[in-house]
């Protein structure tokens, strides 16, 4: 006998006291939700006015089976609706059909060589086994990302980072989360606070480095640009570096991730060799020098087209725009970069986002108070991976954003 001979049974199922004892026939099962379907349905002797009930497997304790399909077994009369205290009382007491005494010599005549105990060893043998075969075929059919569950427990909290003093200015993330901007003395003490707690400018620089080019990759259009058949056509990168702030190390960082990837990837610095480097840019250049990318600081090396992306770790807080342009060097750049037309990813720019215009930039932690996206572009908020300690450590209440990704687009909250 298999599973799908059952409906029209007549059964008696007990899911417990808290719900009660049904008693029906069995109009259908559902083997994928692991619901089961009465018709003419009682409820611990009552009956319900549904043309259906849904039974959930998982609700069942026990299950009878009364008779089969066509057999002579029948269903008492509807007990009268009684009151609620009535109706409580009546629950406490067993069902009257749910007593298999009184028609045990009629299920017997009319079931034939199978007795109860086997008919219902043998569905609940079916139901164990059909569970085990769905859930194999949903695991199959479903990937885990099909399978999440509606959140049902209570309201969302969209402002999961509030900080010690409030903030003149908010984003929103995509989802609706609230991103609170800090100023720039705050920024410098997470900073700190993360060196003090072992997060080295090593690793800032790591963390920086892997989320701008998981950045780039996306803008470039995933994996798609890098399979082994578009090889012909792998994309072109210009990073731009300055030699003494760690800006030009975030950018760096992220060419040699890129490089590593078989894209190719120029990397353009300044041309001042009597500049006291940063000790940390120096670091970067020798793994930037392992990988096939082609270093050089004269612009008529760089390619004139196609090129899909220039990052932009020149521009810095410390390097003011009047400074830089008396130099012939960065004019020149600047002229090249706008020739270009390529798209210009900042990488955790200056406030006014430099003279080198941005279409998208990139910072680490949380946005500032003063950048405005009319000078740096659209947004971005990169992950560092901060444990929660450093930002309890200045009284910040902090729960991460990010979810799945290291990166996530910033909208300017107009409330």
């Given at each position: 006998?298999?599973?799908?001979?059952?409906?029209?049974?007549?059964?008696?199922i007990d899911c417990g006291s808290s719900i009660g004892n049904y008693q029906g026939e069995i109009k259908s099962i559902d083997g994928i939700n692991q619901t089961l379907?009465?018709?003419?349905?009682?409820?611990?002797?009552?009956?319900?006015?549904?043309?259906?009930?849904?039974?959930?497997?998982?609700?069942?304790?026990?299950?009878?089976?009364?008779?089969?399909?066509?057999?002579?077994?029948?269903?008492?009369?509807?007990?009268?609706?009684?009151?609620?205290?009535?109706?409580?009382?009546?629950?406490?007491?067993?069902?009257?059909?749910?007593?298999?005494?009184?028609?045990?010599?009629?299920?017997?005549?009319?079931?034939?060589?199978?007795?109860?105990?086997?008919?219902?060893?043998?569905?609940?043998?079916?139901?164990?086994?059909?569970?085990?075969?769905?859930?194999?075929?949903?695991?199959?059919?479903?990937?885990?990302?099909?399978?999440?569950?509606?959140?049902?427990?209570?309201?969302?909290?969209?402002?999961?980072?509030?900080?010690?003093?409030?903030?003149?200015?908010?984003?929103?993330?995509?989802?609706?989360?609230?991103?609170?901007?800090?100023?720039?003395?705050?920024?410098?003490?997470?900073?700190?606070?993360?060196?003090?707690?072992?997060?080295?400018?090593?690793?800032?620089?790591?963390?920086?480095?892997?989320?701008?080019?998981?950045?780039?990759?996306?803008?470039?259009?995933?994996?798609?640009?890098?399979?082994?058949?578009?090889?012909?056509?792998?994309?072109?990168?210009i990073v731009l570096a300055c030699l003494t702030e760690i800006q030009g190390a975030y950018a760096i960082s992220a060419g040699r991730i890129l490089a590593s990837r078989?894209?190719?990837?120029?990397?353009?610095?300044?041309?001042?060799?009597?500049?006291?480097?940063?000790?940390?840019?120096?670091?970067?250049?020798?793994?930037?020098?392992?990988?096939?990318?082609?270093?050089?600081?004269?612009?008529?090396?760089?390619?004139?087209?196609?090129?899909?992306?220039?990052?932009?770790?020149?521009?810095?807080?410390?390097?003011?725009?009047?400074?830089?342009?008396?130099?012939?060097?960065?004019?020149?750049?600047?002229?090249?970069?706008?020739?270009?037309?390529?798209?210009?990813?900042?990488?955790?720019?200056?406030?006014?986002?430099g003279a080198i215009e941005c279409k998208y930039s990139l910072v680490p932690l949380l946005p500032l108070v003063a950048m405005s996206s009319k000078n740096v572009g659209?947004?971005?908020?990169?992950?560092?991976?901060?444990?929660?300690?450093?930002?309890?450590?200045?009284?910040?209440?902090?729960?991460?954003?990010?979810?799945?990704?290291?990166?996530?687009?910033?909208?300017?909250?107009?409330?």
């Open positions: 006998m298999t599973f799908e001979n059952f409906p029209n049974w007549t059964v008696s379907a009465l018709k003419n349905a009682f409820l611990n002797g009552i009956l319900l006015d549904q043309e259906l009930i849904i039974i959930k497997s998982k609700d069942i304790l026990d299950l009878n089976l009364l008779s089969q399909p066509g057999s002579s077994f029948q269903i008492p009369k509807p007990i009268p609706k009684k009151s609620n205290q009535d109706l409580s009382q009546q629950q406490s007491k067993p069902a009257p059909i749910a007593n298999n005494n009184g028609n045990k010599s009629n299920r017997n005549s009319s079931l034939k060589s199978w007795s109860d105990e086997d008919i219902n060893e043998e569905m609940k043998n079916r139901l164990i086994i059909e569970s085990s075969t769905k859930t194999s075929q949903l695991s199959d059919k479903y990937r885990c990302d099909q399978m999440i569950l509606e959140h049902n427990n209570g309201p969302i909290d969209y402002e999961q980072i509030q900080l010690p003093v409030p903030t003149t200015k908010k984003y929103l993330t995509d989802e609706g989360l609230i991103i609170p901007a800090i100023n720039t003395e705050l920024r410098d003490k997470l900073f700190n606070a993360g060196e003090y707690y072992g997060y080295s400018k090593e690793r800032r620089i790591e963390s920086m480095g892997r989320c701008t080019s998981d950045m780039c990759l996306h803008l470039l259009g995933g994996t798609q640009r890098l399979l082994v058949k578009n090889r012909h056509q792998h994309p072109t990168i078989n894209i190719r990837v120029y990397l353009y610095l300044q041309p001042n060799t009597n500049l006291i480097r940063n000790n940390l840019v120096e670091n970067e250049l020798q793994l930037f020098q392992t990988t096939q990318g082609i270093l050089t600081t004269n612009v008529s090396d760089l390619p004139h087209s196609p090129v899909d992306l220039i990052l932009n770790g020149l521009d810095s807080a410390n390097n003011s725009d009047s400074v830089l342009f008396a130099k012939p060097w960065y004019r020149e750049i600047v002229q090249y970069c706008s020739r270009l037309q390529a798209s210009v990813i900042g990488v955790d720019p200056p406030l006014d986002g659209r947004l971005y908020l990169c992950d560092l991976s901060f444990g929660q300690k450093v930002f309890q450590h200045l009284h910040i209440r902090y729960a991460s954003p990010f979810g799945a990704k290291s990166f996530f687009a910033l909208h300017e909250n107009s409330n």
